[in-house]
């Protein structure tokens, strides 16, 4: 099952999280979790590749994908 686009964080929104960071700009709660979360995912691909497993199309687009953070608190 597919989640909605609306459920992942945009192109668009990864690329002024970045621009922030970049620019040492006060980052939100979100903001926060987004990064963690892109950690934790490049983690789990270094490791699958590592083991020399292929991941499915399924786990693949997972990997790949960011989820919205639940509260996007300030």
């Known amino acids: 099952m597919k989640k909605e686009k609306g459920n992942r964080v945009s192109r668009e929104e ?3 999280l970045i621009k922030r960071v970049e620019a040492r700009a006060p980052l939100q709660k979100a903001d ?3 990064i963690t979360t892109i950690i934790k ?11 020399g497993k292929e991941p499915s199309d399924e786990e693949l687009e997972e990997l790949l994908t960011v989820p919205r953070p639940e509260k996007a608190d300030e």
């Open 14 to 16: 990864l690329a002024a």
């Open 32 to 34: 926060y979790q987004i």
């Open 41 to 51: 995912k490049t983690f789990t691909l270094q490791q699958l590749y590592q083991e």
